[in-house]
């Protein structure tokens, strides 16, 4: 059985005063794909950002390779192999692919995939056809792949990624099952909030359903489709 990367315990968050996240315990293997699934609201990405330390408030304890990382600023967690995709993207528009994926490089690091702008082309062939395009020029699904290589650029060992087949075209939808599989196969470990059944269980070996703020059960992505379907969640 391969290696424990991530594991959480009795994680809560707050945003302010409201308490959005209680209790939640779940763990990820080197080179596993893990859904969070719930709808909108349960606190699937929440649950990112206290993992990534963008959540002000939070308690409980979070190890990636064994080290308590809880105290840890984003950027610390990010040299040590987290990386993160938020759901907004947040690609620099006047910057080219390029320039964009340069912004996410770091050094090669023990356990994880080295990778290159060559590399990654190959990986995002659309992105390989416009090296020099403007990030503010290209689709929804072209940009979602550059905000995903880019935090590749980090050569990261575990990837959190918030919700990649939102509002992006059904032929970048089954791009992006293909991506993830690669990486896969690459040995990163991935953590994906995703509300697309379909695409859950294109990509994904279990998952953990969400509902406010709770883990409320786990296992394959087509058993937590027959649990929501029968507690109507």
């Not at 105290?71 to 990386?83: I, S, W």
């Not at 290159?116 to 416009?130: C, S, V």
């Amino acid at each position: 059985m391969s290696q424990c990367l991530l594991q959480v315990q009795g994680l809560h968050g707050w945003y302010a005063d409201a308490h959005i996240l209680f209790g939640l315990d779940l763990e990820i293997r080197a080179g596993e794909v893990v859904a969070l699934m719930g709808r909108n609201g349960a606190g699937k990405s929440t649950t990112l950002k206290a993992l990534m330390g963008l959540l002000e408030r939070r308690q409980g304890q979070i190890r990636l390779a064994g080290r308590d990382i809880g105290k840890l600023a984003p950027h610390q967690r990010a040299r040590l192999g987290l990386g993160y995709v938020p759901e907004d993207r947040r690609i620099f528009t006047e910057l080219s692919v390029l320039e964009n994926l340069e912004t996410g490089r770091q050094p090669p690091r023990p356990g994880a995939p080295h990778w290159t702008p060559q590399a990654l082309f190959e990986l995002f062939p659309n992105l390989g056809a416009m090296p020099q395009r403007l990030g503010g020029r290209m689709s929804g699904g072209e940009q979602q792949m550059l905000t995903i290589a880019r935090t590749l650029m980090g050569n990261p060992r575990l990837l959190l990624l918030d919700e990649p087949s939102e509002g992006v075209a059904p032929v970048i939808v089954e791009q992006m099952a293909a991506m993830i599989q690669e990486l896969k196969r690459s040995g990163i470990a991935i953590l994906l909030c995703e509300q697309n059944l379909h695409f859950a269980s294109l990509v994904c070996d279990r998952g953990y359903l969400l509902d406010q703020g709770r883990i409320v059960a786990a296992g394959t992505p087509a058993s937590l489709q027959a649990h929501q379907q029968q507690s109507g969640l």
